[in-house]
């Protein structure tokens, strides 16, 4: 399994950023997909997942109308669109793949004026 994310930079509050994360080694239209983001503590934090097919998906509250999670079954790879980012949504992102145990490197999103 291997993920690789992608997209990550700097950004004035209120800009948005697009991440990517490439999906090898796996059958990727069979799973899940999760984006989690983890700031200066040891917690990762669940943003947001979509489902093997797209046709679901879920936010956590904190991102809720701001960021959307996609997918392209024909590309392995999954998206994470952020719009109107704050000063709090600073932190390392991961996607991850439901059930196989796997994190790629992260992208670090930074959000500073």
């Known amino acids: 399994v291997q993920l690789v994310e992608s997209g990550g930079g700097l950004v004035q509050p209120g800009g948005s950023l697009r991440l990517s994360c490439a999906a090898s080694?796996?059958?990727?239209?069979?799973?899940?997909m999760m984006w989690y983001r983890q700031a200066s503590g040891p917690e990762r934090e669940l943003v947001a997942s979509?489902?093997?097919?797209?046709?679901?998906?879920v936010y956590a509250d904190s991102v809720k109308g701001r960021f959307t999670i996609s997918r392209d079954n024909a590309k392995n790879t999954v998206n994470l669109q952020m719009n109107s980012l704050r000063l709090e949504d600073t932190a390392v992102y991961y996607c991850?793949?439901?059930?196989?145990?796997?994190w790629g490197q992260g992208t670090q999103v930074t959000v500073s004026s």
């Open positions: 991850y793949a439901a059930g196989k145990g796997s």
């Open positions: 979509i489902s093997p097919t797209g046709g679901r998906t």
């Open positions: 080694g796996f059958t990727f239209s069979n799973y899940g």
